[in-house]
């Protein structure tokens, strides 16, 4: 949200999204890039979400939270593996921060107060959780939530989770740049492209036409 808005209030939009605060706290820009992992709801969405977001250099869908053997479509979908469908988002931190990353997590890609679902889907592999690679994100997005919760922005509680990453495992091809290449499946259409245009009005600065996409960064490999 820019600096200058002051009312936190639902878009009436095709999918309801919240304007929220920027955090507080938040990660100094640095060299190099910096790699986040999220999950909210189906990656199909929060890919889309991130591949139209700049300062992303790539977002793969995949799974996070359970081992190696189970990090397959058919054996997550079951919801006992332990992994949630998660996306790992790479980032330029001289073009964007943690914290914008999380902004967005938080605003656009999905209902942070809704346990072990998402929309039309219900499970624990649509969890809402924030898996971290170091120290100071955990310091970040926990003050996040707790900043969130205090200004009662949602309503209701956030239930996302926070919690090391221990692993980040690709989803299977097809799965990959799935908002972009089928726009007009029913699922897409109706549950993931009103994430994008809430991106494009809430986050305009930050909003980019062209999708980054994982097949793109294959063919230039």
Request: a neutral charge; proline letters at 7%.
């Amino acid at each position: 949200m820019a600096a200058g808005i002051v009312a936190w209030q639902p878009l009436h939009a095709a999918e309801e999204a919240v304007v929220i605060p920027p955090p507080a706290q938040d990660q100094p820009a640095s060299d190099g890039l910096e790699t986040a992992v999220v999950a909210g709801g189906c990656f199909w969405g929060v890919q889309g979400v991130y591949q139209h977001t700049a300062g992303v250099v790539s977002a793969v869908s995949g799974y996070a939270g359970g081992t190696k053997a189970t990090a397959d479509y058919r054996t997550v979908s079951s919801g006992s593996t332990g992994h949630a469908e998660s996306v790992q988002v790479k980032y330029d931190p001289k073009k964007i921060s943690y914290g914008k990353i999380l902004q967005i997590f938080f605003s656009v890609v999905h209902d942070p107060t809704q346990l072990n679902r998402q929309g039309p889907d219900s499970g624990p592999q649509y969890r809402s959780a924030i898996f971290t690679t170091s120290e100071a994100q955990k310091k970040v997005a926990e003050a996040y939530v707790t900043q969130l919760d205090k200004a009662k922005v949602f309503g209701k509680p956030i239930v996302t989770k926070i919690g090391k990453l221990e692993a980040f495992y690709p989803a299977e091809a097809y799965h990959q740049d799935y908002l972009t290449l089928h726009p007009s499946q029913p699922y897409i259409a109706y549950n993931d492209l009103p994430k994008i245009e809430n991106l494009k009005k809430i986050f305009a600065e930050t909003y980019i036409e062209k999708p980054t996409l994982v097949s793109d960064a294959k063919a230039t490999n």
